[in-house]
């Protein structure tokens, strides 16, 4: 860690006098000339570290660094790939876990065994990324596609329909 680091992490935690108050600023300060306090503080601090890297997913990282690759060497395969992710990510494209291991099989990409739908989509996206520009654009439309034309809001809303006018009849 360079100094400028140091610096702003105690920068950070100095923001945290609002919440905390200045009191128990303090007692910190009391606190942390004890050499037991030191020795406790740092293991949490171990701690903190090996838990979070731990919990950092790899392959997602991974999956991301192989995606800014592409801006340098094929920006319109990356802007593809950013606009696709943030719409799968955000549920406005294949909602669902069933449909895109379905779009998956339909557009002879790699078949996604994932158990969750986001490492679905990182599995989804990885397969994608082997695709030429061009392709990738015909697949992305397809999703696109196949979700304005089905399971959306439009959907529920001719079947609630046809229901209230069968009732009325």
Known sequence: MTDN????LMADLAKLLKKYGPERFELLATMISSPDFINKFSAVLRTSARVYRTR????????VAEILRLRESDSKKYELL???ENKLRTGRILPTLKR?????VTNGLTEIHAKSRSSAIQQLIRSMLSLS????EKVVSRAVESSDSSGGLNEWSEIITKKMSRSRT
């Open 56 to 63: 950092a997913n790899p392959t997602r990282v991974s999956l």
């Open 5 to 8: 680091e140091e610096y702003a």
């Open 100 to 104: 895109m291991k379905s779009f998956a």
């Open 82 to 84: 950013i606009s696709f």
């Open 133 to 136: 520009a061009d392709q990738l």
